[in-house]
C-alpha cells in the first residue's frame, strides 16, 4: 500500500481550511483543541492565522501533532515567537516536546501575560523531535515558575532512554503528571530514583502503558524480583493516582 502524500496534504489543508472558517465565525472561543496531525507551531502560517482569530480569547491551547519526525524536506520551524506571545490569556497550552525551546518559555514568561496554570508536554521520539539534541535552560524555566507559581506540567513520552531521561526531565521542572510508555527494561532502579530525589513533592499522578506489567511488579526473569512500582508509590508520597495498563504477564521462551 502506497501513501499518498499530496492527497493527505490536501485533506490537512481542507481540514484546516475549515477550522480556520470555525474560529473566524466565533468571537469567544476559549477552548481549542486539535486531535489530529496536524503542526500548528512549526507552520508559521497557520499560527499567524490562528492568533488573528483568537489571541485575544484563547485560554487553553492543544496543538500537539502526532508523530512529528524532521527530514530534510520536513525541516525543524521553531515556533513564531511573535505570534505565540500574542496569546496573552493562555492558561493551559499543549506542546510537543520539539517546540517547547527558551524561546517559548521566555513568551510564556512575559510579565504581560495571564500566569500559566499547565503545560502538558508529548513526546513519541525525543532523538527525532529534538533535533540536535539540546534541550531548555534551568534558568528559563525557573523564570516561568516564578511567573507561574501555580504551574503543573504534565509530560507524556514514549519508550524512555534512562540518559536522554535525566537530560530532558529537568528537576526545575514543577512536574505534577507522567505518562509513560515503556517496554519491560525501561522502568529500571535508576529511573525510579531518580523521580524520588526529584519530583517526590510534587508528583501527583502517574501512567504506565507496557507491554507486560512485570517489568513494573517484579519476575524472577527481570532484575531479581525488584519491584520499582512499589517503590516508586513508597517514595512519592504526594501520588493519588496510578493508571497501569498492558498484559500483566507474557509467555517466556
Request: aromatic share 10%; glycine share 4%.
Amino acid at each position: 500500500m502506497r501513501l499518498n502524500y499530496n492527497l493527505l496534504y490536501t485533506r490537512y489543508f481542507r481540514i484546516w481550511q475549515s477550522i480556520c472558517s470555525i474560529l473566524k465565525s466565533s468571537s469567544c472561543m476559549e477552548n481549542l483543541e486539535l486531535g489530529f496531525h496536524i503542526d500548528i507551531l512549526g507552520e508559521p502560517k497557520r499560527l499567524q492565522q490562528l492568533k488573528d482569530h483568537s489571541c485575544k480569547t484563547l485560554k487553553t491551547l492543544h496543538c500537539t501533532a502526532v508523530d512529528i519526525t524532521f527530514t530534510p524536506n520536513n525541516p525543524y520551524n521553531p515556533p513564531t515567537i511573535a505570534n505565540l506571545a500574542a496569546f496573552k490569556r493562555l492558561r493551559e497550552i499543549h506542546l510537543n516536546i520539539s517546540y517547547v525551546t527558551d524561546d517559548v518559555l521566555k513568551a510564556l514568561s512575559s510579565p504581560d501575560r495571564c500566569p500559566l496554570e499547565r503545560i502538558k508536554i508529548l513526546s513519541t521520539c525525543i532523538e527525532k523531535e529534538v533535533p540536535d539534541g539540546s534541550w531548555t535552560e534551568d534558568a528559563n524555566w525557573q523564570s516561568l515558575k516564578d511567573h507561574s507559581p501555580d504551574l503543573q506540567v504534565s509530560i507524556s513520552i514514549y519508550w524512555p532512554e534512562m540518559e536522554n531521561f535525566r537530560h530532558w526531565l529537568k528537576p526545575v521542572i514543577p512536574l505534577y503528571h507522567l505518562s509513560v510508555v515503556c517496554d519491560d527494561e525501561s522502568l529500571d532502579p535508576g529511573v525510579v530514583s531518580y523521580l524520588k530525589t526529584h519530583f517526590k513533592d510534587t508528583l501527583l499522578s502517574v501512567g504506565f502503558h507496557c507491554s507486560s506489567a512485570l517489568s513494573l511488579f517484579g519476575h524472577e526473569r527481570i532484575r531479581l524480583y525488584s519491584q520499582p512500582l512499589v517503590e516508586l508509590t513508597a517514595g512519592c508520597q504526594q501520588l493519588n493516582k496510578v493508571v497501569i495498563t498492558g498484559k500483566p504477564y507474557r509467555y517466556w521462551t
